[in-house]
């Protein structure tokens, strides 16, 4: 029996085919970090879709790609080629019926030579000049035909792809007949009437021409106008001289026949159903190669392609979402890989809101609680690395839930939320049904009266106000997103390993506000003066008086000594240097905290001989203490403090 040995190791061909989609919490907290330096959730989403989360495979790398293919395409070859091309097919045609001319010997030949000779240097002249000139050679009357048909040829075959095969016998008939009636579909469409049944039959009748088979109007007219819209750049891409030359010939070869007038009618159609295309700008193109017509158009129409592409991955018109980018387009012009990765993040995109990490309100779109618990365990995580182990109990003599455990147990009674004291409440069972005679004490059923929970320490709360400066000054030197990571970790220590203490956060400028999570996480800073720490020391007093039973905690965080206040009328009077009623009035707000109990710490940013002079007599007067942190270290002294304070060290 033949043996299969199997082995198995990392893929390497390309990336990984069953490798995950992004990483929504990595990308939660790559916005997180954004949101913290001051940057708005719109802009910090916009930049994480633009620069891809973490590796670099966004929409800027998608943009730089399709520039460079633009780049390649303006390299493809000279524009003028199909002028070039006539003069070419013109001087040959020229030379042989000279040939043929020199081996006559009549007044004819001599005639002809002389028309030949006085011919304009102009190509489209010398051409128009030569449309009744009598060939002597048949070789350079076909040569001269050419010119004419084959320009005609690719100008039908530039602006409708399918009709090569109807152009083989030189017949224009037929495109004669299709163009007349999508002139009176586009019409009808225009004047706003129904055009169902209508483009139906035409798709029935002139069908095979659409090799891309559009299922309504809208696609009929999509494709037609990037054609349309590439003939036209061509044109406004040449110079003026070798435009005139280009339509001259262009309108030698469609000649005096309905269809000149046709496709003239249809580009004014194209232009009024799709005005916003770029119809007018031109392109300086360079290479080795002269191009036809043909080649010339659609290397244009890839370059407005592209223009169009990178324009939806730029995303900088108002509203703009990834739903705004044609993934058949990615697909198309950067290839099935760069299509992948729009789509990876289009999915990013969606699962950020279905997984409930964003959210849209009135205000727009803003960070969930569950994203800001998940910001706030992160900076704390950070934070308690260098904290490990510290407590911040108080001790009291009455049993309650919320601290460690004491040895003891009662009995369960409805209401209690303390934990279950699994082994007494096994034995109680076990003992009360080996009391009864002949039952079996195996197996244990329990009875609400088995139950008993064991009893704690209680724990003190605390009533914390956390005061944090939102002056301009904190985010022009690096300091807003240590202050908001600050916050959200102290917020986010509270909630789970202090319930029952109740947190207050304090912006103030040029005046003060009480924030939420979610609000403090999505303020930006702003240009306006001011420092109103009484104003925040007002409201933080407030907050310590609605829980008149709670250990006080005040914390201030601020990088600058007070430069407003409120006056009497409620409104904010800013100064700068301080004003001595500035001084006052935050002093007295510091003497009413003393008063009810409250020691006041201050975490000082930055070295402002004025903060730290008013800052050390605060301390003095109240109590408390002043730090001088590094930004990058403020939220390990807040929240080591904060523990410090709860556990009664002052």
């Known amino acids: 029996m033949a043996r299969h040995v199997f082995r198995y190791g990392a893929w390497r061909d390309g990336p990984d085919p069953l490798a995950p989609p992004f990483d929504v919490r990595a990308a939660v907290d790559e916005m997180g970090e954004r949101v913290m330096q001051g940057d708005s959730l719109r802009d910090a989403l916009r930049d994480l879709i633009r620069r891809g989360p973490r590796d670099g495979r966004g929409l800027d790398n998608l943009r730089d790609r399709a520039r460079r293919l633009r780049k390649e395409a303006l390299r493809r070859g000279n524009l003028d080629g199909a002028v070039?091309?006539?003069?070419?097919?013109?001087?040959?045609?020229?030379?042989?019926?000279?040939?043929?001319?020199?081996?006559?010997?009549?007044?004819?030949?001599?005639?002809?030579?002389?028309?030949l000779d006085n011919l304009p240097r102009s190509t489209s002249q010398a051409i128009s000049e030569l449309s009744e000139y009598n060939w002597a050679s048949p070789e350079a009357r076909d040569l001269y035909q050419q010119i004419l048909d084959g320009l005609k040829r690719e100008v039908v075959e530039q602006r409708f792809a399918g009709m090569r095969d109807a152009l083989r016998n030189g017949d224009f008939s037929e495109v004669s007949a299709?163009?007349?009636?999508?002139?009176?579909?586009l019409e009808k469409h225009a004047r706003g009437e129904d055009t169902d049944d209508a483009f139906r039959d035409f798709m029935d009748k002139h069908g095979k021409f659409f090799p891309?088979?559009?299922?309504?109007?809208?696609?009929?007219?999509?494709?037609?106008?990037?054609?349309?819209?590439?003939?036209?750049?061509?044109?406004?891409?040449?110079?003026?001289?070798?435009?005139?030359?280009?339509?001259?010939?262009?309108?030698?070869?469609?000649?005096?026949?309905?269809?000149?007038g046709q496709l003239s009618e249809l580009t004014d159609n194209l232009k009024a159903l799709r005005p916003g295309m770029n119809w007018g700008r031109g392109e300086r193109m360079r290479g080795g190669e002269d191009l036809g017509y043909g080649d010339a158009a659609a290397a244009l129409g890839e370059i407005g392609d592209l223009d169009e592409l990178i324009d939806q991955l730029g995303q900088e018109h108002p509203g703009a979402?990834?739903?705004?980018?044609?993934?058949?387009?990615?697909?198309?012009?950067?290839?099935?890989?760069?299509?992948?990765?729009?789509?990876?993040?289009?999915?990013l995109e969606r699962e950020l809101r279905r997984?409930?990490?964003?959210?849209?309100?009135?205000?727009?779109?803003?960070?969930?609680?569950?994203?800001?618990?998940?910001?706030?365990?992160?900076?704390?995580?950070?934070?308690?690395h260098d904290l490990a182990g510290k407590r911040g109990e108080h001790d009291m003599r009455d049993a309650g839930a919320a601290g460690d455990l004491i040895g003891s147990s009662r009995r369960w009674?409805?209401?209690?939320?303390?934990?279950?004291?699994?082994?007494?409440?096994?034995?109680n069972a076990v003992r009360r049904r080996a009391g009864s005679r002949g039952t079996a004490t195996l197996p244990v059923r329990l009875e609400p009266e088995d139950f008993e929970v064991a009893e704690t320490e209680r724990r003190a709360s605390a009533v914390v106000a956390l005061c944090v400066d939102l002056s301009y000054s904190m985010f022009a030197d690096g300091r807003w997103g240590p202050m908001k990571q600050?916050?959200?970790?102290?917020?986010?220590?509270?909630?789970?390993?202090?319930?029952?203490?109740?947190?207050?956060?304090?912006?103030?400028?040029?005046?003060?506000?009480?924030?939420?999570?979610?609000?403090?996480?999505?303020?930006?800073?702003?240009?306006e003066k001011g420092t109103n720490l009484q104003h925040a020391l007002k409201l933080a007093g407030r907050h310590l008086r609605r829980h008149p039973g709670a250990e006080p905690v005040v914390l201030v965080v601020t990088d600058g000594e007070p430069t407003a206040h409120l006056e009497d009328d409620g409104e904010a009077m800013f100064w700068w240097p301080p004003l001595p009623e500035t001084v006052q009035a935050t002093?007295?707000?510091?003497?009413?905290?003393?008063?009810?109990?409250?020691?006041?710490?201050?975490?000082?940013?930055?070295?402002?001989?004025?903060?730290?002079?008013?800052?050390?007599?605060?301390?003095?007067?109240?109590?408390?203490?002043?730090?001088?942190p590094d930004a990058a270290e403020l939220g390990r002294y807040v929240i080591d403090d904060y523990v410090r304070a709860r556990r009664g060290r002052r």
């Open 84 to 115: 070039t091309r006539a003069r070419q097919m013109l001087d040959q045609a020229l030379a042989t019926e000279r040939d043929t001319l020199r081996a006559r010997d009549d007044l004819d030949a001599r005639f002809n030579e002389a028309v």
């Open 212 to 260: 891309d088979n559009p299922q309504n109007i809208d696609e009929l007219i999509d494709s037609l106008a990037r054609q349309a819209a590439a003939a036209e750049r061509l044109m406004r891409s040449l110079s003026p001289q070798q435009r005139e030359e280009l339509q001259s010939l262009m309108d030698q070869a469609l000649g005096d026949g309905p269809l000149r």
């Open 413 to 427: 009674e409805f209401g209690d939320d303390q934990p279950l004291d699994v082994v007494r409440t096994l034995g």
């Open 587 to 628: 002093v007295r707000e510091v003497d009413l905290l003393t008063r009810y109990g409250a020691t006041m710490n201050v975490f000082m940013l930055g070295d402002d001989p004025g903060l730290q002079r008013f800052m050390d007599a605060v301390a003095r007067r109240n109590g408390g203490r002043v730090f001088s």
């Open 486 to 527: 600050t916050a959200l970790a102290l917020s986010h220590l509270v909630a789970t390993k202090y319930p029952q203490d109740a947190l207050q956060i304090i912006g103030f400028g040029k005046y003060a506000m009480s924030l939420s999570q979610g609000e403090l996480a999505a303020i930006e800073p702003t240009m």
């Open 355 to 384: 997984q409930g990490w964003v959210q849209r309100d009135d205000d727009g779109l803003t960070l969930s609680p569950k994203a800001l618990r998940r910001l706030g365990q992160s900076a704390l995580s950070k934070i308690f």
């Open 321 to 347: 979402t990834l739903d705004d980018v044609d993934v058949e387009a990615v697909e198309r012009q950067l290839g099935r890989s760069a299509a992948d990765d729009l789509r990876r993040l289009r999915e």
């Open 178 to 185: 299709m163009v007349g009636d999508l002139n009176q579909l």
